[in-house]
């Protein structure tokens, strides 16, 4: 006996077709729920829903198993049957947390999730605390970033399908990390999307880069918000996920009095208490508004962190000597570098030349440990038009000085799979979309875009190609090459660093300071008794040495400490421990 | 010498033409912004912008004074030359206001606002405090409500022009009358807008009821909310209008981390400061939000108060014996009303069939003197197929107990013009599209919305005919009339029984209880010392008398009091006071 339960409002007559049999479904009340109750269905049932007179089923858009993929029938998952280990996992703070953005399709040459477990021993290694997870949710085809999702309650089938995450996730957990998954909750992928047939999970009154916007404030937005809520708690109860990193929540239009980011949150805080675990929700937001991180008893949305672009943007852009154009164009001093440190958002209500308006809000009441800071991650990587790592752009001297920013700043550090080693495969955009008209738009719109900033066009890696995806598989046999060995020891060096270090996990009160000279290109960011001084200029230069003040790590063993001096190669960095703030670590 | 300063990012060539002589204009910096010094323009001079190729020039869109229409030459008026005598007037708070909403047009024969200054000792006598004023912004035609605006920094011709807004206020000032004014930003008028012209003030990729709307987020942004916030602050600065009403605020797409009406609570309390005078923002708003009327500083939006549609639609629906549909259908039972009484939200979070879905957030926590409450306003009487009034749909005697209601609630109470006379003039739909092609759609669309209820077309008054609006003017001569003069002193009396008792001032900490028996159809709301006892049954009613209470107000002469019991003829409402609360009030 199994109980189907649809919510499909524009159908007129609905029948779930199990196990090759048709069972009409009644509707219940009159806001578009319909229900059946089928003997022989359950775990391992394949099955579909019929709605009106459409000949063939329709996946359930809350299915657990996709077996066949987005356009195959779904499949009745028992989601209690797996056998759970990790009862004495208790994930860390995100204030002490840091983050390691994988993709498990390129992790390893296998892109599964069980061959993922067998690397989980590097990362420990390495010092993470928390496994982000590119988004695991069903799409189109065979490989993909993940975005284009549209079976939002299922694992795609390519990655080993819903118990490969159980595995997985156990496996992390035994080893002591975290796990965060990152869904999409602004879209639903351009093929395999049934979900309209259903309902009204869009609208068209508002349009967003990927057509009309998902229906959080229209008629029946309360049933769609409820999808999107119960696809959250799903994965953080049934999936024992710690957290989740949500999608471009910009593209979110809802004018309703509850906004649907704060209803998650008090969702999540509820199912948190519930169960006795820690829960995180992580924003990517382009709107420089703190109220995203602020507590919803004062009107904030609630989220714990967000991404936080402004570093990246005025960090890379200072790394990057070729001066480059789109949203870098607001970015590009140490000035800026040094305010996005200071004060997090660079763009706090002033005018922003890229976006032809003012933007942004100060953030400067809210901990800093409410952002994640990184120089790398699937988006800046792969959305450039080879996908190049910052040590392909800038160099291995410049990543490092890139890699000690990041990881010594008052934000919650992230890294991207195969930065700390500085892995000469690329993170291209690749996709696989089995609708062969939008495969070619995606292909041609993806030369069409890198054409304007005057790329030929065969340079640009065909994104549905299968060779773009292979090419961005990590290649593990580089972690013991000697050149990369330095640099996975350096971002090592760096996170045990940070970990042992109480000012470096300091987010309120803020201690970031940072002094610099634009002409001489040093900056110096001050944690408190750490101090990070870097040299970007061309030739080395000799800086006054903080008194009482010893090396503690340096990136270039050409660093030279001499007479109260401290002299830098170009670009090179060095971490200073003072002593000038007694027992301030 | 006067100089031109014109915002217009999309042209590439800008000339002013100024007494018939046209002059290039310059480009100032990159952001769009054109300025010309003409040597023999001043006060009274006629002009217009001659944009790249256009061969006539069009009116400018901050224009102060629009003689011809909104079609025609913009006039330079020079702004501080009106003679104020108001220096002594303070405007009393909105928790003790006593608001009156009125229409230039047909509030007087003449429809003017000279004319209405002679009318200004009536609304004195009656007990008023705060005069609102709809829309007097330029708009197409001669007659019409307002909300069809194009030249939102000029007043109406027809009414008198700038000058004349300025003796309105001045006189109502001089009689001890603030003055709020209704603005309306969140679209511009289908006929004689020219903005597009010049900028983007609208954005496509939001809908509203409308088209396109107001560019509060996109590029350019910042200047078209300075557009608006320089009207709101022209008004209450240069017209020394005391207050704002913001027409439909849930029509604004904003996701900027400050949003439009946060920023425009800001400049206001800036400009209050400065003058050292007491200025209020009240928006019409549809969400439920009690964000709106929450202090900027715990991230609310900072509005001084919001309409309550709640708690008319909940008093109107129980007034009404014949079932309503539309938004009315969520309403209808005297638990509606007594929830809009005691926790003004009706819809606090709950699901609404009208709407098919969830709406509203509880507004416990707010003062219910941010609350505006009516039973009557220009869209309730006005969108209703005849615009009959509350007097003509249930009768004198429910009239009275709706007034009683409204003016003894929590909320601040709110009048239509010539509803406290129960004027027998209806208030229609009117406008005066020059465009026949509108007017025709204007016209036609009226008549299909009421077919769709049920209404023959012929029944409808055509909102374009003249008639229409002259037969919604006023007739003051009703005043004298008995039956008038009975429901005028009733008005007075109320006004005059809130404004002398504490305990009806009382907006937090809430005091309203409401007691009620659905199938006896009587309600009694308690406010302190301050009881109001309807029976809107078929048939009279004895209720038990609060002990140590006297009759204050009496709807009708023949509600009797005797032993202990308080007895009413059907639709008819006591108010009582009693000692029980000594102090009180």
Chains 1, 2 share one sequence.
């Not at 955009?429 to 738009?441: L, S």
């Not at 020891?489 to 660093?497: G, K, P, Q, T, Y």
């Not at 109260?564 to 007694?582: H, Q």
Request: a negative charge.
């Amino acid at each position: 006996m199994h109980r189907f339960d649809l919510w499909a409002p524009f159908a007129k007559s609905v029948a779930v077709k199990a196990n090759g049999t048709t069972f009409p479904m009644t509707r219940v009340g009159e806001r578009g729920w319909w229900h059946a109750e089928v003997a022989h269905a359950g775990a391992g049932t394949d099955y579909g829903y019929l709605l009106d007179d459409a000949p063939t089923p329709y996946p359930d858009p809350r299915s657990h198993w996709q077996p066949e993929g987005v356009h195959g029938l779904s499949r009745i998952y028992d989601q209690h049957a797996y056998a759970w280990t990790d009862a004495k996992f208790h994930a860390p703070p995100l204030a002490s947390a840091i983050v390691y953005e994988l993709h498990i399709g390129t992790f390893t040459t296998q892109g599964t999730l069980d061959s993922a477990i067998e690397k989980l021993d590097h990362l420990v290694g390495l010092g993470i605390t928390h496994v982000e997870l590119m988004p695991v949710a069903t799409f189109s085809g065979e490989f993909g970033w993940g975005y284009d999702g549209v079976a939002l309650f299922s694992v795609h089938e390519p990655y080993g399908g819903p118990d490969a995450l159980k595995r997985f996730v156990n496996a992390a957990h035994d080893k002591g990390l975290a796990v965060i998954l990152d869904v999409v909750y602004n879209h639903f992928g351009p093929v395999g999307n049934y979900t309209g047939k259903f309902g009204p999970y869009l609208i068209d009154s508002h349009k967003t880069p990927w057509g009309g916007a998902v229906n959080l404030e229209g008629a029946g937005s309360h049933e769609v918000r409820r999808f999107f809520c119960d696809n959250a708690l799903m994965w953080m109860r049934d999936y024992h996920i710690d957290g989740l990193r949500l999608d471009a929540v910009h593209a979110f239009m809802d004018r309703s009095a509850s906004h649907f980011l704060e209803q998650l949150a008090m969702e999540t805080e509820t199912m948190a208490a519930t169960l006795s675990r820690r829960l995180v929700l992580i924003a990517e937001s382009d709107l420089n508004d703190p109220r995203l991180v602020t507590p919803r008893e004062a009107f904030g949305l609630g989220m714990n962190a967000q991404w936080s672009d402004d570093f990246h943007h005025a960090l890379f852009t200072v790394l990057n000597r070729e001066k480059e154009a789109g949203y870098y164009s607001d970015f590009g001093t140490l000035a800026h570098l040094a305010k996005a440190i200071e004060q997090t958002f660079v763009y706090d209500g002033i005018y922003s030349n890229y976006r032809r308006r003012v933007h942004g809000r100060p953030a400067t009441n809210v901990s800093q440990h409410r952002f994640v800071a990184f120089i790398q991650n699937h988006d800046q990587i792969g959305n450039r038009a080879t996908g190049d790592r910052i040590s392909h752009v800038v160099g291995l001297g410049r990543a490092k000085v890139a890699a000690a920013l990041v990881l010594a700043s008052p934000f919650v550090p992230m890294l991207f799979q195969g930065e700390e080693w500085a892995a000469t495969s690329p993170f291209q955009y690749f996709a696989n979309h089995e609708d062969p008209e939008m495969a070619r738009a995606v292909s041609e719109g993806r030369k069409l875009e890198f054409e304007a900033f005057g790329w030929p066009p065969e340079s640009i890696p065909d994104p549905e190609a299968r060779e773009t995806f292979v090419r961005s598989k990590l290649n593990w046999n580089e972690v013991g090459q000697s050149e990369h060995a330095e640099m996975l020891a350096w971002h090592r060096n760096l996170i045990r660093v940070r970990r042992a270090t109480a000012c470096l996990n300091n987010g309120e009160p803020r201690n970031a300071r940072v002094s610099y000279n634009q002409q001489a290109m040093w900056l110096s960011m001050d944690r408190g008794s750490i101090a990070v001084l870097c040299n970007l200029a061309e030739s080395e230069q000799s800086l006054p040495l903080p008194s009482s003040s010893e090396l503690v790590l340096a990136s270039s063993n050409d660093i030279r400490i001499e007479d109260a001096k401290i002299t830098l190669p170009p670009d090179t960095v060095a971490i200073l421990r003072t002593n000038r703030a007694a027992g301030d670590d």
